[in-house]
C-alpha cells in the first residue's frame, strides 16, 4: 500500500516538472535587443546566454550519463570524461558552476555545465559517473536534487 502511494506521488511530481519545463522550452525566442527573463520553479533565470544567481534554488530529477559517451566531444568543444565533475543542463550557459544536491542523502558536489541535456523528459541535469557517485545515485540511476548555481561565465570583455 505504501509503495503504491509513493510511486503515485513520484509520478505526479514528476508530472508537474514536465509540464513547467515544457512551458519552458516551448516559449517562443525574443526579438527585441533584451534578453528575456524565465521563471522556472522557484528560480529566475535569464535567456542561456546570460544567466544570474537565482534567489532560489530549483528542484528536480538529475540522472547520469551513460559510459558511451565517454570521450565524445561535448557542446562546449571538451572531451567528455566520466571521471570529471560536469554535467549537462538545457540552458544554463556552458562554464556555470553548480552545486547539485541529493535530497534523500544530503550529499552535494560542484559540477560544471560543459554541455546540453538532459533530452529525456523530466530530467533537469545529467551528471557525470564521478558526480553521480559523490551523490551516492549510481544504484538508482536517478535522484531528486536541488541546484544552486554558484557562478556564471563572464559575458563582458575586460
Same mark, same amino acid.
Request: proline letters at 4%; a positive charge.
Given at each position: 500500500?505504501?509503495?503504491?502511494?509513493?510511486?503515485?506521488?513520484?509520478?505526479?511530481?514528476?508530472?508537474?516538472?514536465?509540464?513547467?519545463?515544457?512551458?519552458? *522550452?516551448? #516559449? +517562443?525566442?525574443?526579438?527585441?535587443?533584451?534578453?528575456?527573463? =524565465?521563471? %522556472?520553479? !522557484?528560480?529566475?533565470?535569464?535567456?542561456?546566454?546570460?544567466?544570474?544567481?537565482?534567489?532560489?534554488?530549483?528542484?528536480?530529477?538529475?540522472?547520469?550519463?551513460?559510459?558511451?559517451?565517454?570521450?565524445?566531444?561535448?557542446?562546449?568543444?571538451?572531451?567528455?570524461?566520466?571521471?570529471? *565533475?560536469? #554535467? +549537462?543542463?538545457?540552458?544554463?550557459?556552458?562554464?556555470?558552476? =553548480?552545486? %547539485?544536491? !541529493?535530497?534523500?542523502?544530503?550529499?552535494?558536489?560542484?559540477?560544471?555545465?560543459?554541455?546540453?541535456?538532459?533530452?529525456?523528459?523530466?530530467?533537469?541535469?545529467?551528471?557525470?559517473?564521478?558526480?553521480?557517485?559523490?551523490?551516492?545515485?549510481?544504484?538508482?540511476?536517478?535522484?531528486?536534487?536541488?541546484?544552486?548555481?554558484?557562478?556564471?561565465?563572464?559575458?563582458?570583455?575586460?
Amino acid at each position: 500500500m505504501r509503495t503504491s502511494k509513493l510511486v503515485f506521488m513520484v509520478m505526479i511530481g514528476l508530472a508537474i516538472l514536465e509540464f513547467s519545463f515544457g512551458q519552458l *522550452l516551448n #516559449a +517562443a525566442p525574443s526579438t527585441g535587443a533584451e534578453q528575456p527573463t =524565465v521563471a %522556472v520553479s !522557484n528560480a529566475t533565470f535569464e535567456s542561456a546566454a546570460h544567466a544570474r544567481k537565482p534567489n532560489k534554488s530549483m528542484r528536480g530529477v538529475a540522472s547520469y550519463y551513460a559510459d558511451k559517451f565517454n570521450g565524445r566531444k561535448t557542446a562546449s568543444g571538451q572531451v567528455f570524461h566520466q571521471g570529471r *565533475l560536469t #554535467a +549537462a543542463h538545457r540552458y544554463l550557459p556552458l562554464g556555470t558552476k =553548480v552545486r %547539485v544536491t !541529493n535530497l534523500r542523502n544530503k550529499r552535494f558536489v560542484e559540477v560544471h555545465i560543459n554541455d546540453r541535456g538532459p533530452w529525456r523528459k523530466g530530467r533537469i541535469i545529467d551528471l557525470s559517473k564521478a558526480a553521480a557517485k559523490k551523490l551516492g545515485m549510481i544504484r538508482t540511476g536517478s535522484a531528486m536534487v536541488k541546484l544552486e548555481i554558484l557562478n556564471a561565465p563572464s559575458t563582458s570583455n575586460s
